[in-house]
């Protein structure tokens, strides 16, 4: 993209109070002009205390329909309509249902990874970065957590006192993260810190020195004395990590994992939601008060 292109950006942010959000899997050109850049939770929260009239969220489908509920008066675009999670999607019809009818004091904790209409049958939403303090914080005992089976075995594990029930879904980008080639690159590494993301598989969590959220991961890295770390999550957070610790070194395992999704997002989209207004994120009158109980739960939990 040539500066003038970037200029034009520019020029029609101001024009049209627009700001643009980038989660930290977006592509490092679009980080880099972000007004915004943060993990799931604190996109969702800047959207919400923004006083911008236009979004443009340059993340996934559940991101730009998170920032719509919370935050309705403003138009919400997405360079690309189709950049979706797959994970949001992977709860069977039926199966909330089934679980409320067997459990009488059943919490369904939802991801925030989950469709609107997924958020609609919730009691609750989560982020990866404050499922367990949210869970353990429930006073029920029995909960159904959807969709990703890693996360929500990652927080039974921290939270033994609830009754966690898992539901088969994950996403395929982290759970596909393989330990054999985490070991492989901490054999290469000796020294390295391993920091992953909870949506991996248990036999890399275990393998690993610090488990949380994107944002968790960037501010533990900042942190840490060490001087080298092996990241298990998706290749866009090392733009930040490089950015912020320019004396540290980061490696990844050999194959690295890259959500296809997040990477729709490139900077000639973004021009062009900017000119034209289209790919609006819509969420129906009769979804969004119910879709917006459970975040609004996750953000009260949190204060
Ligand atoms: P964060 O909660 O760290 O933003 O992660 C979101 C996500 O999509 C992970 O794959
Ligand atoms: Fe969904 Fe995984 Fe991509 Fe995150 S990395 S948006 S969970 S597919």
Do not use: W
């Not at 029995?142 to 039974?156: E, K």
């Not at 004395?225 to 290749?235: N, P, Q, S, V």
């Amino acid at each position: 993209m040539t500066n003038e292109q970037i200029n034009k950006i520019m020029e029609l942010k101001k024009e049209k109070n627009a700001v643009i959000m980038a989660h930290y899997y977006a592509p490092e050109e679009v980080q880099k002009i972000a007004d915004a850049t943060g993990d799931s939770f604190y996109l969702a929260k800047a959207a919400k205390a923004s006083d911008a009239d236009v979004i443009i969220f340059c993340g996934v489908g559940f991101m730009g329909e998170s920032a719509k509920i919370l935050c309705p008066d403003k138009k919400v675009l997405m360079p690309d309509l189709e950049a979706d999670c797959p994970m949001a999607h992977m709860v069977k019809e039926g199966k909330i249902a089934e679980m409320r009818a067997r459990y009488e004091d059943l919490a369904v904790v939802c991801y925030i990874n989950s469709t609107a209409e997924l958020k609609c049958q919730s009691d609750v939403c989560v982020t990866s970065s404050n499922a367990v303090q949210i869970v353990r914080a429930l006073p029920n005992k029995n909960i159904f957590f959807i969709p990703d089976r890693n996360l929500g075995r990652y927080v039974a594990e921290q939270v033994p006192e609830k009754n966690i029930i898992l539901n088969d879904g994950c996403c395929p980008i982290h759970n596909d993260l393989s330990a054999e080639e985490l070991k492989e690159a901490k054999a290469l590494h000796p020294e390295a810190l391993v920091l992953s993301h909870p949506e991996c598989g248990d036999d890399v969590l275990a393998l690993s020195d610090y488990i949380g959220s994107t944002a968790g991961i960037i501010d533990f890295a900042g942190k840490s004395e060490a001087k080298e770390f092996i990241i298990g999550t998706e290749d866009g957070v090392l733009h930040r990590l490089m950015q912020d610790n320019p004396d540290k070194q980061f490696y990844f395992p050999k194959t690295r994992p890259r959500c296809r999704d997040m990477k729709l997002n490139t900077l000639e989209k973004i021009l062009h939601v900017l000119e034209t207004e289209e790919n609006e994120v819509h969420i129906p009158e009769e979804v969004r008060p119910e879709a917006l109980l459970p975040l609004d739960r996750m953000l009260e939990y949190t204060k």
